[in-house]
């Protein structure tokens, strides 16, 4: 590996070290009702976010509680020196995105047939360092 690409690999490693992402796919929740709950802690602080989900009724929140948990343990994996407190970590990113569909057939009158599509999702949620306390 030449010294340049080496630098620059070593600069996008270090950039990627503030932050950390976690992956859910395929929960068997609609896209639709996981983009509210998610709305609601794109671009909080971690505690308040882990409040927000703690304390929300719907059954997409307790998901994405766990999946931000994670994410965090992510994060504290990467940096083991760092303190979680300090860095006031935020919920950088939170994407909801469609995943695969499960289609059912539904009796209906006259002899006929609705279908019915079971929706899935996809989220990713990245949490980094707040920046604008750093520097």
Known sequence: MGTRKKQMADAIKEA???VAFAKLNNCPTSPRKMRLVADLVRGEKVEHALNILKFNQKEASGR???????????WQSKNEEANIEEAELIVKEIKVDSGSMLKRLRPAPQGR????????NHVTIVVGANNNTQS
């Open 16 to 18: 990627k070290k503030h």
């Open 64 to 74: 994405l509680e766990k999946l931000l948990l994670s994410a965090i343990a992510n």
């Open 113 to 120: 047939a609705h279908r019915i599509r079971k929706r899935s």
